[in-house]
């Protein structure tokens, strides 16, 4: 009879982008690749990654730096809006803010967003399969960063919104058997040099 064991989420935000969004800046590049070194120490056996040039590069980025780990494209890893809360869930002092936020979304990522976090849920999340702990990477955007520690803290859904994660920046949940998942730390930087933190963050949350 199989067993379960856990797996252990990586999350990491893509390096900083260019003004265009078409790809890595020089520190973006920097960034991803300290991130690699970091995790040559840790067993992965798998980095997905989003399709967009920024998560795509920054993936390579981290490969180079790691052995015999392969690769992934995923859809699920992208950039999208996972869920659009209504009026009545947001809190009354702040939900103006996050409507006006929200508001330039299209009927069509409207749609295809929660549709993609399902997706990310079933790939990404929970234990897995067999007697050995797993251990993954994905290289995504701050939005599913934000979803997916919301979901392991069991906050409402709209609670994704206002979490933010720094270019680089690591987060790892743990999915054990028969446990709800922990996440374990967020938005750690302690693979960048001082220079090369914080960015992707609003400048007044600069620490």
Do not use: C
């Not at 690699?36 to 120490?41: P, S, V």
């Not at 392991?152 to 680089?168: D, E, F, Q, T, V």
């Amino acid at each position: 009879m199989t067993g379960m064991a856990a797996r252990y989420l990586y999350l990491v935000r893509h390096g900083e982008a260019l003004p265009d969004e078409s790809g890595l800046t020089a520190d973006g590049r920097r960034q991803a690749t300290l991130l690699g070194r970091r995790l040559q120490d840790v067993p992965l056996a798998a980095v997905h990654h989003g399709p967009l040039p920024r998560a795509e590069q920054t993936a390579q980025l981290i490969g180079e730096q790691l052995k015999g780990v392969p690769l992934h494209l995923s859809e699920a890893a992208g950039d999208y809006v996972p869920y659009m809360p209504q009026r009545g869930e947001l809190p009354a002092d702040s939900a103006d803010f996050y409507l006006r936020f929200l508001e330039g979304a299209s009927a069509e990522e409207r749609e295809r967003g929660p549709a993609l976090v399902r997706e990310a849920m079933d790939l990404f999340t929970g234990p897995v399969d067999g007697e050995e702990d797993r251990h993954e990477l994905v290289v995504t955007h701050n939005f599913l960063v934000a979803w997916l520690v919301r979901d392991a803290m069991h906050a409402p859904k709209w609670r994704w919104l206002g979490l933010n994660h720094a270019n680089a920046a690591l987060t790892v949940i743990r999915y054990a058997p028969d446990r709800p998942g922990a996440v374990l730390f967020s938005n750690d930087m302690r693979h960048l040099p001082a220079e090369l933190r914080w960015t992707g963050f609003p400048p007044e949350l600069h620490l």
